[in-house]
């Protein structure tokens, strides 16, 4: 089994590694994917650090010397990096600012272990202290047992003031943006996600921290139950988050290629609206994107940005929404009520009755009978 786990994380480290390059020197969407790279290398180097060292890489005096030396553990930068990630990829104008990167400070956290190593063999050389190393190994054994509580609380809180930010930027946009659009859906999934990565770590991590359970929790599971999650952690943000910054730059392009100035946006409005209201061009029922082009002399991706971007609808909805008023107006006129809802419907410009029923509810938010019955015409028309 042990076999298993080690494959699972050298995959999951080979892929950290190529997600990593990708992300780091893409042209696309570069400050979310810059901030992503960092996040997934942090990741790919601690399961890394946790490969060697159960494949005896660090074997030999000097690599094992070298990998105590040089830090490989980074968890306290990322909970900052989750918090950026997000900020990032919902605000095109976003920047780290000075204050922000004293968020990174409690790097020290990690960087303990490593400095108290270099500070021994200093002291060894220069004979400055006594070389026992007992209770050096004893301090740092003790360390990187009780170190992993405040890293856990950061990376939590960061994520907690993640999903805060969403919650927030939903309550103030409405999602109604096109990065909202894009982005958003992952964005609550990426917190999600680590919020059930910190449930997982946290199931180990308690018994971890009680000294009697320490050496039980290593000699019994090692650290698979929380590494094994990272590996996998690996994979799902390196495929979706390259997937998403490529998502995003379609979308803007599209935006950017369909960019209208406002003199090009009023007369485009303009001229839909006199083709609606004046010339009534909804009562024909195969009116089209082609055939408006023609009424209004207007390119169709400018009718689709102005619709789709600037007044928020689709094209069969702009029209179907005149012609259900017309439906409505002609339900309040004498003249009209010995009609069936069906020839009201065709006379209003729908082509079939399946069509007017699924626009009239989806506008009016009830059934075309019972906006009848709240307007207390029921008992006037034929059904």
């Known amino acids: 089994m042990q076999k298993v786990f080690l494959t699972v994380i050298l995959l999951g480290i080979l892929q950290g590694v190529i997600v990593t390059a990708l992300l780091l020197f893409s042209k696309l969407n570069k400050k979310p994917n810059r901030i992503l790279a960092l996040l997934i290398w942090l990741i790919t180097l601690a399961i890394f650090n946790l490969y060697g060292n159960n494949s005896n890489w660090f074997g030999s005096p000097a690599l094992r010397d070298i990998a105590q030396v040089i830090p490989m553990i980074f968890v306290m930068p990322v909970g900052p990096l989750i918090w950026l990630y997000v900020q990032s990829l919902l605000n095109p104008d976003f920047k780290i600012l000075k204050k922000q990167r004293r968020h990174f400070y409690p790097v020290l956290v990690d960087l303990v272990p490593s400095l108290t190593i270099i500070i021994y063999i200093f002291g060894r050389a220069t004979n400055l202290f006594v070389t026992n190393p007992g209770p050096w190994a004893n301090f740092l054994d003790n360390y990187n047992v009780y170190a992993d509580i405040p890293r856990w609380l950061s990376v939590s809180w960061y994520v907690w003031l993640s999903a805060k930010y969403l919650s927030a930027h939903k309550t103030a946009t409405g999602e109604k943006t096109h990065v909202n659009k894009n982005n958003f859906k992952w964005l609550m999934q990426f917190t999600r996600v680590f919020m059930v990565f910190q449930s997982i770590w946290l199931l180990y991590l308690v018994p971890y921290v009680i000294p009697r359970f320490t050496g039980f929790m290593l000699d019994t599971f090692n650290w698979y139950p929380v590494y094994i999650p990272m590996a996998v952690l690996i994979y799902w943000l390196g495929i979706k988050g390259y997937n998403i910054s490529y998502q995003q730059t379609a979308a803007d392009k599209k935006m950017k290629a369909n960019n209208l100035t406002p003199e090009q946006i009023a007369q ?23 055939s408006m082009c023609r009424m209004t002399g207007l390119p169709a991706k400018t009718i689709s940005a102005v619709l789709n971007q600037h007044l928020q609808s689709s094209f069969n909805a702009f029209v179907n929404g005149y012609r259900i008023e017309e439906f409505k107006d002609k339900l309040s006129k004498s003249g009209w009520q010995h009609l069936k809802i069906s020839a009201l419907a065709a006379e209003s410009g729908f082509n079939s009755q399946a069509t007017f029923q699924r626009a009239f509810k989806e506008l009016m938010h009830i059934s075309p009978s019972e906006y009848m019955k709240s307007a207390a015409l029921n008992t006037q028309i034929e059904i």
């Open 268 to 290: 485009a409005v303009t001229a839909l609206t006199k083709a609606m209201e004046k010339d009534k061009a909804y009562l024909n029922p195969d009116l089209n994107l082609a």
